[in-house]
């Protein structure tokens, strides 16, 4: 070993002081080099953006909306609805079976409000379908005491005059409205008690506009009214002139700081291209100017149109 090692240093020092050096100098590179490799290895870099959690939600989310797609709000009677139709009717499936065990436990409903003791029911569900519901007695349910009888023919009987009453009220009301000066209202300052004035317009569809004008950032024109879940557009031409959107309401997303949950709930945006513009972003630096998104493929011409209105550099 040690006889080895004279022979290495006597080679060694034959060289010049340069070409010494130079040796010296490289070693040190190639150890520098294998450590760093060795190191590199060992290291596992995970991913800036954990898409797991949010994947999670949005597949959820799409699963609901495919399960309540082309079931509508009717009239009905919570006594005598079929399982059928009332598989049709847009509520919550768990709510759906509850009045069915109900039903068949023997239960019955005399009035409207009877049925916030379903389980599952809440205010917010019972307001909404409240104005759906229509309690009918069969006279083979009609209670066998002819006092109680009478109390109980009375109570429907009132019901449905207070019912034609509202109905009666609410027709003057629309009519005198409809024929006064109408201020237009502006949909993204509009709560739902303005957009229940607009005619078509009941408690649902105002949920719904403002619920979609949350996740846009406002409406840039009245005719994104029309991409409201199952939004007439017979309702459309009724309100059309009677509607305003002020651009300078809209809520923007800076590009350069957005993160994938301020992406991805945006409707006019998928994961695949939230993804995309993340790695980008992320490979090259902050965006310069809006129109990257289409010279490098990011987005299609049609979604980029849709969303520009909400991007900005800045």
């Known amino acids: 070993m040690n006889r080895n090692f004279k022979r290495f240093w006597k080679a060694y020092n034959e060289y010049s002081k340069s070409d010494r050096n130079a040796i010296l ?15 590199v290895k060992s290291i596992h870099i995970e991913s800036k953006y954990d898409y797991a959690g949010f994947e999670e939600l949005l597949s959820e989310w799409e699963n609901q909306k495919s399960e309540n797609e082309g079931k509508v709000l009717f009239a009905f009677n919570p006594n005598t609805i079929t399982s059928e139709l009332l598989d049709s009717l847009d ?3 768990n709510i759906k079976r509850n009045i069915l065990n109900y039903r068949n436990a023997g239960g019955k409903f005399y009035k409207p409000d009877q049925i916030r003791k379903i389980y599952g029911m809440n205010d917010s569900i019972f307001e909404i379908i409240k104005e759906y519901i229509v309690i009918s007695v069969e006279p083979g349910n009609l209670n066998p005491d002819r006092n109680k009888n009478k109390e109980q023919i009375s109570a429907i009987s009132n019901q449905y005059k207070q019912g034609e009453k509202a109905e009666t009220e609410i027709s003057k009301e629309s009519n005198s409205f409809i024929q006064s000066v109408f201020t237009p209202i502006e949909l993204n300052k509009a709560d739902s008690a303005d957009l229940v004035k607009l005619n078509g317009i009941g408690p649902v569809f105002a949920k719904r506009i403002l619920k979609y004008r949350d996740l846009l950032g406002g409406f840039y024109s009245v005719s994104q009214l029309l991409e ?13 002139n009677n509607i305003s959107a002020d651009t300078l309401l809209l809520k923007k997303i800076r590009l350069n700081f957005a993160e994938y949950p301020d992406l991805i709930r945006h409707p006019y945006l998928n994961k695949k291209q939230v993804g995309a513009l993340l790695n980008f972003r992320e490979k090259n630096g902050s965006f ?3 129109e990257q998104l289409i010279s490098n493929g990011l987005v299609d011409n049609d979604t980029f149109s849709k969303l520009r209105p909400y991007l900005t550099c800045r």
């Open 228 to 240: 409201v879940y199952n939004f007439p557009e017979e309702t459309f031409q009724k309100i059309e």
């Open 25 to 39: 100098i490289l070693s040190v590179l190639i150890l520098i080099s294998v450590t760093a490799t060795v190191i």
């Open 91 to 93: 509520l919550p499936g």
């Open 288 to 290: 310069h100017a809006l």
